[in-house]
Every structure is written in structure tokens, then in C-alpha cells.
């Protein structure tokens, strides 16, 4: 068996949060920013996973692992090695040696990047020959069942999906991707990444409150998912509902998935500077309905705006990360100088801000 090297994208979400795990739409786009594990087969069934990052030691564990033996970054690396065992493949044990330019913790889906690129790695080793949605369920349920972080699909389906100048329509009630062209730079535009650096995870109890609160909705409407009720007028949905709160998280869930249907219609009319005000209205709805920003997120939000960004919206999972500006190209400095010039008034972390263009999806190198 060779060695193979594999590699995955980070991801943004142009559109569609929290409604993965609702059957629901989103429209994640993979970032030029990769992950590559380097997969080496070994004999005895042992598995080495070390890091390029500064800090990080050599962490050993045996292919055939159970959840709970190992923790920290290597977990995602041995959620793989488990999950398709579990799907009932077999692989060897190998030392995984793995480098990434995926900003961590940045609501950037560093974690996804680097399940998937173990995992495209693995499939070419052991010669699985995995279709690449059959491989994003497999990176998911690493996350859901070994890490114990209970997301939805949205990140592996980008990582594995993705491509150059397009975005991800990933329905999660079909299970599928299916690529929409996004040529910002044909419309003169820049998608600016405001990477917050404000504190952000998965793992803690908000996130699966929130997924919690929609199954609590879903079973009081009597629907096994949100998406179920999608073409109900929104309204008549939550008045159906006693509690306040699950009645904000619905019309979230509801009006993002509406959000993204849009979008996908004006990207396809070639329409791409008419999605902005969708952005900011999303991050309105994250903010006021579903909860699920903070401060510097939305002082990034604000400050992107009266810069004179088109439409700003916080991606990913929430409480902390990245914000997306879509900007006139040529405003982009501008837009970035504005939310450092804000978050400098406010006392935040200086932020980092970058250009992105969506970039391709996991693929492998065999070393020759
Ligand atoms: C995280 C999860 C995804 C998705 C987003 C929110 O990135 O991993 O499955 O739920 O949050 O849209």
C-alpha cells in the first residue's frame, strides 16, 4: 500500500445557518485554506497521528478505536479511523502526519477539513472506493459519535463538494450537493472574511440547545423535521406554538431556509450582487430569533456595513467566529480597515480579515 496524501478545504457558509440538522438548505462555499494529512500504512494495526502545528505532540492509538480513548485535535483523526469501521470498512493502522492553513476555531470548519482529508486519504490506502457524499457521512458521524459534537452535515458535504466558483446547495433532507456557479469576480465583487477571534465551539451546550429547542418544535407541530413545514405561510407555523422562544427558533429555521432558496434563484439569474441584503437580513434572524451571535460579531456586522459592505452575516455554527462581508471589490481595504478601526473602539482582539473565492473540494496525492 502506498502512501497518500490527502487534503480537504475549510468552509465558509454563504447562507443557510442551523438548518442543516432541520432537513433543511444551505449554500456553503470550500475555502482556498486546506488541511493535508499524509497517510503512511502500517502493519500492526497501530495508528500515529502527529501534527505540524507548534505545541502539538505524537498521539498513538489502535485503528480498531472506541470513543473516549483519545481527545483533543487527534480525536477527529480517530473518529475517522472508528466511523468507518463502524460503516464496515476495513483499514490498516498508519501514521497520519497532518499540516493545515485552516484558521482554527474561526468558525472556518477546521475540524471537517481535517476529518475529511484523513478520511479521502484512508479510502485511497485501503481502496474503498467511497462515492463523496458516502464519505462527508462518514467525516459527520466522527464529529456526531466519536468527538460527540452533534452537527449537521453542512461542513463535510462543502469539504467534500466543493468547487472552483461555486457554492454547495447541500439539502440535508435529500442528501445531496449540487453546485451553483458564484463568479463574484465577473460581478466585481469580493467575499471579505472578518475572523473575529472572539471564542467559538461546538462541543459546548448551545449549540445542541439549539438543535434540541427544533426537535422540541418539530414534535409539538407533529413533523419528524422543520423542513416539513416549509411551505406553510411562517406565521401561521409559530402561532401554533405556546412558547415563545421555540416560536423565534422556528421562524429562524423557516425564513433561513427561504433565504437560501432565493439566493440559489438569483445566483442562477446571475444576479449575485441582489443576494447582500439576504446576508444581512440572515444575520438579523441569527441575532433577534435563533440567539446565537455575540458582541464582536455583530460590531463586525455594523462596522462591515457603514464601511459600505453590500450585505454582512456571521457564518458558521455561532457565539464567535467569522463574519462575511460581500463587498464592492475595490471596497474590500476599506471594509476590512473599518471593522479593525471598530474593534479597536470597542476594546476586541484585533480581527483578521481576508479575501476569499470558493476553491475545490477534498481530493488525494499518491507519493510516488
Ligand atoms: C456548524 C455545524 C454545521 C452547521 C453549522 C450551522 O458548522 O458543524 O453542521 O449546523 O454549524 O449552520
Redesign the pocket.
Known amino acids: 500500500m502506498n502512501t497518500v496524501t490527502g487534503s480537504a478545504p475549510g468552509r465558509v457558509?454563504l447562507i443557510g445557518?442551523?438548518?442543516?440538522?432541520n432537513g433543511g438548505v444551505?449554500l456553503p462555499l470550500a475555502l482556498p485554506h486546506r488541511t493535508r494529512a499524509r497517510v503512511q500504512p502500517r502493519a500492526d494495526g497501530v495508528v500515529t497521528a502527529s501534527s505540524s502545528a507548534p505545541g502539538s505532540s505524537t498521539v498513538t492509538f489502535d485503528r480498531a478505536t472506541q470513543p473516549g480513548d483519545v481527545d483533543g485535535w487527534a480525536a477527529y483523526v480517530a473518529g475517522v479511523f472508528w466511523s468507518l469501521r463502524e460503516s464496515g470498512h476495513e483499514v490498516p493502522g498508519a501514521d497520519v502526519v497532518v499540516d493545515s492553513d485552516v484558521p482554527r476555531g474561526a468558525g472556518l470548519?477546521s475540524s471537517a477539513a481535517l476529518e475529511c482529508a484523513v478520511l479521502v486519504a484512508l479510502d485511497r490506502v485501503a481502496g474503498l472506493g467511497l462515492d463523496r457524499t458516502g464519505m462527508a457521512l462518514i467525516a459527520q458521524r466522527a464529529e456526531n459519535d466519536y468527538v460527540g459534537a452533534p452537527?449537521?452535515?453542512?461542513?463535510q458535504m462543502a469539504a467534500m463538494h466543493g468547487g472552483d466558483g461555486q457554492v454547495v446547495l447541500f439539502d440535508a433532507r435529500a442528501v445531496s450537493a449540487q453546485p451553483i456557479p458564484c463568479d463574484l469576480d465577473a460581478a466585481g465583487l469580493a467575499l471579505l472574511i472578518i475572523d473575529t477571534r472572539a471564542a467559538h465551539s461546538?462541543a459546548d451546550g448551545e449549540y445542541g440547545a439549539r438543535r434540541a429547542s427544533c426537535e422540541e418544535a418539530a414534535a409539538q407541530l407533529g413533523v419528524s423535521t422543520l423542513r416539513a413545514l416549509q411551505e406553510q405561510q411562517v406565521d401561521a407555523v409559530v402561532d401554533r406554538l405556546g412558547d415563545d422562544v421555540l416560536r423565534r427558533r422556528v421562524r429562524h429555521i423557516l425564513t433561513e431556509n427561504a433565504r437560501v432558496l432565493r439566493t440559489v434563484d438569483l445566483l442562477r439569474a446571475g444576479k449575485v450582487p441582489d443576494i447582500a441584503p439576504l446576508l444581512t437580513e440572515s444575520h438579523a434572524s441569527m441575532r433577534d430569533d435563533y440567539e446565537i451571535s455575540a458582541p464582536e460579531v455583530d460590531v463586525a456586522v455594523e462596522a462591515a456595513m457603514q464601511a459600505g459592505a453590500l450585505g454582512a452575516r456571521m457564518t458558521?455554527?455561532g457565539f464567535g467566529g467569522s463574519v462575511i462581508a460581500l463587498v464592492d471589490r475595490e471596497r474590500s481595504d476599506a471594509v476590512a480597515e473599518g471593522a479593525r478601526t471598530a474593534f479597536e473602539r470597542n476594546g476586541f482582539t484585533e480581527p483578521h480579515t481576508f479575501v476569499v473565492v470558493p476553491a475545490v473540494g477534498a481530493g488525494v496525492q499518491e507519493d510516488q
Open positions: 457558509n445557518e442551523h438548518t442543516d440538522y444551505a470548519s452537527t449537521g452535515a453542512m461542513d461546538h458558521g455554527g
